[in-house]
């Protein structure tokens, strides 16, 4: 069996369900979903129903019960679907919003944003970047104030996923004017509260399946008991979730490059030129065998930490050099991939073309290559 030291029989049975799903009831439609912008919300309840939203939370708060590599096949067999917006905003629903809610998160809260979330009742979206501040977190603007009971929310957030019909954001805010994080907190925000509104839907290169928004909070009133863990601790809340979006974006990232160095294995060995397969060149042999390595690589390097990260430590230099190496990988193979269909690859009928878009996304969020570039530095003591 295949990485035995992380995988079980019932790991093979679940990615065999999950791929059957994905054959099943999402390729088919796609390129529909990516012309329109947006895939339906009976997807989050469709696979609320199979379970598939919750495979690594424990039954208590409505989970599956299943261990952290559940939810890492997931996200690789999600990213063979044919596009990289649907696995994104599935992500962002089970491995970006919810996971500091079961953290750090109250039984109450649970049971009014997790379970629902976990169901595919609620859509759930985490809101960080802001129009001024993205990589800096300590920068946020959003500011929460106090008034009795509720707090009142102001501020602006950007690029978005699933922030046009979210049911709710997990939302960085600042609470008090104390420098560094000191004065960051995180706030649970039902988007049906007056002043919440979609500024506007935003129009990306790549992902155009999943929505992305600027979401406007003007006055937002939200009761005391939406606050998310303690006040002030919200940046440390936040950097610990950024260290399993990491990682599930590494995971994805894996899956993406196997769907691109399948698209190019089969348009090589179909592709004739000078009466032979193109696979039969030398140069692209060696290009294959290369984009195959650094898959195997990059597999191999995720496992190991997501090994790691399952057992509860949070090794957050290993974690950003893995999000670092799968998601240029995922991209660079891609490119090859591309290169390897010549013009057809430049060609919006040809699938490639999308992967080449969708991948370059990963290379920006849950922390940039710069910023996980100085996370490995300074870990390093340079």
Request: aromatic share 10%.
């Amino acid at each position: 069996m295949p990485y035995e030291p992380y995988f079980t029989e019932e790991h093979d049975q679940l990615r065999k369900m999950i791929r059957k799903f994905v054959e099943n009831e999402i390729k088919p439609f796609v390129d529909e979903w990516e012309e329109e912008g947006m895939f339906p919300r009976s997807l989050f309840n469709r696979m609320g129903e199979l379970g598939l939203l919750g495979l690594h939370y424990p039954e208590e708060v409505g989970g599956q019960g299943g261990d952290y590599f559940s939810g890492l096949i997931l996200a690789e067999e999600m990213n063979k679907c044919g596009c990289g917006g649907v696995p994104m905003a599935i992500a962002v629903q089970t491995d970006m919003a919810t996971p500091p809610i079961y953290k750090f998160g109250t039984k109450d809260q649970h049971e009014r944003f997790l379970k629902p979330a976990l169901r595919g009742e609620k859509i759930a979206a985490i809101g960080i970047t802001e129009p001024n501040n993205g990589s800096d977190v300590m920068g946020i603007q959003t500011r929460a104030r106090r008034d009795g009971d509720e707090w009142v929310i102001n501020g602006t957030k950007t690029f978005i996923t699933n922030g046009t019909r979210a049911d709710f954001v997990t939302l960085v805010t600042r609470t008090s004017d104390d420098p560094g994080p000191k004065g960051i907190s995180l706030f649970l925000v039902e988007t049906n509260h007056p002043g919440f509104s979609v500024g506007k839907k935003l129009e990306k290169v790549g992902m155009r399946s999943s929505d992305t928004a600027e979401l406007i909070f003007d006055d937002v009133r939200v009761p005391h008991e939406n606050l998310l863990g303690e006040e002030g601790k919200g940046f440390y809340q936040i950097m610990w979730q950024l260290q399993g979006e990491r990682m599930i974006g590494a995971a994805g990232a894996i899956g993406g490059a196997e769907k691109s160095y399948e698209l190019a294995l089969n348009y090589a060995k179909t592709r004739i030129a000078f009466n032979q397969p193109i696979s039969n060149f030398q140069v692209i042999a060696h290009l294959l065998a290369e984009m195959k390595t650094q898959i195997e690589a990059c597999r191999e390097l995720t496992y190991a930490t997501a090994y790691r990260f399952a057992k509860g430590e949070v090794p957050s230099k290993e974690i950003s050099m893995t999000k670092l190496a799968a998601v240029q990988m995922a991209h660079w193979v891609a490119d090859r991939a591309l290169q390897i269909f010549g013009g057809n690859g430049y060609m919006a009928e040809y699938p490639i073309e999308r992967a080449w878009r969708d991948s370059r996304l990963a290379r920006i969020g849950g922390g940039t290559d710069e910023i996980m570039k100085e996370i490995i530095a300074k870990q390093m003591g340079l």
